[in-house]
């Protein structure tokens, strides 16, 4: 079956780094342009970082460009999400997220913490 697990969450300090990843299985992961979501408490979940099939097409949220880089290896089935600069406001859960154009599948989420 489709799954998507997403690990690599945690507490960090600000302006500390933390790389998620997203491990994929049950469907061609080559063929899907893969996501990362976030959502806080009360929130809507909310595009952080996006990526496409071919990997090189990358767009980010303003809120995080220049600090967060998505990255897919597809010989691996994963995509990451490597997150620099951390600051309070990027506390969330965090989403991992797969689309084609007739289907969207996600993960169960994996929690960010960011706090001194």
Known sequence: QVQLVESGGGLVQPGGS??????????????????WYRQTPGAERALVA??????VTRSYADSVKGRFTISRDDAKNTVALQMNSLKHEDTAVYYCCAMDYSRTYWGQGTQVTVSS
């Open 50 to 55: 996006h990526i496409s099939t071919t990997g």
């Open 18 to 35: 933390l790389r998620l990843s997203c491990a994929a299985s049950g469907f061609t992961f080559s063929s899907y342009v893969m996501r």
